[in-house]
């Protein structure tokens, strides 16, 4: 059995999960910190079977940490486009997890959504989840779409900058200032952002949403 969870609130059982609504997207006009650097404030937690956010998704001075286990993730209360996500993690031991764009309900594992792939050694390719589609997978079988050349991740334990634009139907993601991937023409272009737990320890230390730079200006540009 799966449940959804709040933070500090109790729990909705999927039954009433159809039901959920994020409100209209927000385009950010100045830099939004989704993390606290205190407690996952603003988050919410969809795991599977009865386990306590708190056994999954912890904070410690100043940073996050999730054992990988169970299967979900942690995601964001508001409906965001138009956005550069900034996330500054590690991986502990090598594993898997992923970053879900324009995430929509109801909730479940895994959510309609586009993941920009976060397992160790895999950053930069895209999974198209849920029935989600984009330019770069139509006609393949499966729904990764791997990333242009080798990673750009530090070596185990060491911090890595994931900067993410969302840019109308435009996902990029960059690793350590490389762009690594591009989807255009993406079927969905807002929603809820996540972050998974899938078998892999990690910490994070920074999650933010800055408003679209110039293009020109863009990371690796």
């Avoid at 996902?171 to 023409?185: D, R, S």
Wanted: charged content about 25%; overall charge neutral.
């Amino acid at each position: 059995m799966m449940r959804i969870l709040m933070a500090g609130v109790g729990c909705v059982f999927l039954a009433a999960a159809a039901a959920l609504q994020a409100g209209e997207p927000v385009a950010p006009k100045e830099e939004i910190a989704l993390f606290n650097g205190q407690d996952l404030s603003g988050w919410e937690f969809c795991l599977a079977g009865d386990t306590p956010p708190a056994a999954t998704f912890s904070v410690s001075e100043g940073v996050i940490r999730c054992t990988g286990r169970p299967n979900g993730y942690m995601r964001t209360k508001v409906n965001y486009k138009d956005y550069k996500l900034t996330i500054e993690w590690r991986f502990v031991k090598a594993g898997n997890s992923g970053v879900l764009l324009h995430v929509s309900a109801p909730d479940k594992v895994w959510p309609r959504s586009i993941e920009c792939q976060g397992m160790f050694r895999n950053q930069g390719d895209f999974y198209l989840i849920g029935g989600t589609e984009c330019n770069e997978h139509k006609g393949k079988k499966g729904r990764r779409v791997p990333k242009r050349g080798e990673s750009n991740e530090k070596p185990l334990g060491e911090w890595n900058l994931y900067e993410i634009i969302c840019r109308g139907d435009v996902v990029q993601p960059y690793v350590n200032g490389k762009l690594m991937n591009e989807a255009t023409g993406c079927t969905v272009t807002e929603g809820m952002i996540a972050i998974q737990s899938e078998g892999g320890v990690w910490e994070c230390r920074k999650i933010t949403l800055s408003p679209l730079p110039p293009q020109a200006d863009e990371p690796g540009a």
